[in-house]
């Protein structure tokens, strides 16, 4: 065994932590959850062109259909022979495609602005804001006529039973609650706690789905139709109860609300082709900007720019603006709601090289790993999804060096008579039999991250933690500097997996471990002391790795 002796017990250096992931690209969840409703619009202002470039437009589903017709009739504005292509997307789909550079639209306006940021972080080109804001429409809450609340506070109105907030992972509307209500208290420092604590039920509600909650059209139907309180926009409401008839009834607590803005992104990733498509965002921003757009927004239900009530007396009328002077406030409010909101998917991989017979008392360190496995697997809700592998050199038959146990499955599934949690307690306890041989580290790390790439699930905080007490040991095997940049080649921002790693004692090769979690934005961890494995276990996995 050829071992390391570090201290350190967590990568703190400079690497992207899930922190960065959830925090700062959360967004990437809208990849499953999003509604792409293809509008398929194509649109030619130019004529005596040759020939013809087009260039494609996502926006928010609310605002796509209008965007649509705005452009089908405007004809004197030069775009340069190109034409527009207009497809409706949730702001968390665009925003995760954006991080993958495929399939990212050339302009794009999403719901809110706080998209931008977030996106720009992740994306594989340019994130260029052409204008702030082409509409708007403030949140509300939705409810049947004679049914609504009156909450004074949007604290008040995250703490109403059964409230429909939808995913703030997906949906600007959604954020927009959580928005208004840390603005309510944005310069006292214990009211963002409690905000965060009213979300706190919301998230575990989001965890225990096993589909996305309505937005849009469906969601106001379903209030229509069984009651209950939702959130909105103004305009969702307007246009809803232009087609039906009334019924809903839209309210705002009188603090003010926060207000959808709907900018013009330019994100076509090339750079020859993001110039070109800033040119071409520019004629799109001056139709959009003229008198008959904002008329033609008017009638569909938007706002103007500046949030001016509609006319005609409707909607909610005068609404003050309950905006964030600093936007890591909500950042960290929505990282905090993605690691409650989003379960586990985890494979956990456990050494099970000669060295872990080495005696820890008077049980051996295996027994101690078993053990931590087995509290993890006592401890966590149904939500969670695990499999297990074991790994030495050679062990899965060949040059492979992992044997898969149990593949990854949810906890309340029932397989062969047995829930997943019992074969996963099952199997653990029978890793001790497979101890002997060295240890092949690096393979595994490598195909464990590939394989949960594979089967992502975009509504789990997806991972991998290894066990080791070792350093790698199989000459046979790709290089630590190989692992390295592979791992780094492969990290999909819109498909995000960390691997965790948890050193077993300081023959662990701590240096390593720290950098295989550095790379895919995990954390390391080291147990010094064998009987602190089972703790160092439950809480890698509680904490999703950050």
Known sequence: MVGGRHSSTRDERGGRSLGFYLIC?????????????????????????????????????????????????????????????????????????????????????????????????????????????????????????????????????????????????????????????????????????????????????????????????????????????????????????????????ATVPPTGSNFMNFPLVVTSPAPDRHYKATQVARAVAEVLGSESSRTAFADSGFRGPDGSPLPGGRGVGEVPDLGLTEETVLQDALGAWALMALPIRTLVAIDVSGSMETPAGNRSRMDLTVDAALAGNAMFPDSVSAGLWAFSQGLGGGPQDYREMVPIRRYDTVVDGLTQRQVMAQQAEKVDGLVGGATGLYDTALAAFRTVQETYDPRAVNSVIILTDGANEDPDSITKEQLLSILEREMDPARPVIIVTIGITDDADAATLAEISRVTGGSSYVAKDPADISNVFVNALAARGR
């Open 25 to 249: 690209a959360v967004v990437v969840v809208g990849l499953a959850a999003s509604v792409v409703v293809i509008v398929q619009e194509v649109r030619s202002w130019t004529g005596g062109c040759d020939q013809l470039s087009e260039y494609t437009l996502a926006a928010d589903p609310s605002i796509a259909p209008t965007l649509s017709d705005i452009l089908g009739e405007a004809k004197d504005t030069d775009t340069g022979c190109a034409t527009i292509a207009v497809s409706a997307a949730t702001s968390g789909d665009i925003a995760g495609r954006l991080g993958k550079g495929t399939d990212a639209p050339d302009l794009w306006i999403p719901d809110t602005g706080a998209w931008v940021g977030k996106a720009a972080l992740t994306a594989a080109g340019p994130v260029e804001v052409m204008t702030g804001s082409i509409a708007s429409s403030p949140i509300v809450l939705v409810s049947r006529e004679g049914e609504a609340p009156a909450p004074q506070t949007w604290l008040a109105a995250l703490h109403l039973e059964n409230i429909q907030l939808g995913n703030p992972l997906v949906t600007g509307v959604a954020q927009g609650p959580i928005t208004a209500a840390l603005a309510e208290g944005e310069s006292d420092p214990v009211s963002t706690g409690t905000v965060r604590a009213a979300l706190v039920p919301l998230a575990q509600e989001e965890s225990a789905r096993t589909t996305d909650e309505p937005i849009g059209v469906e969601m106001l139907r379903g209030v229509a139709d069984n009651g209950g309180v939702a959130v909105a926009t103004e305009q969702a409401v307007v246009d809803y109860t232009a087609d039906t008839g009334p019924g809903l009834v």
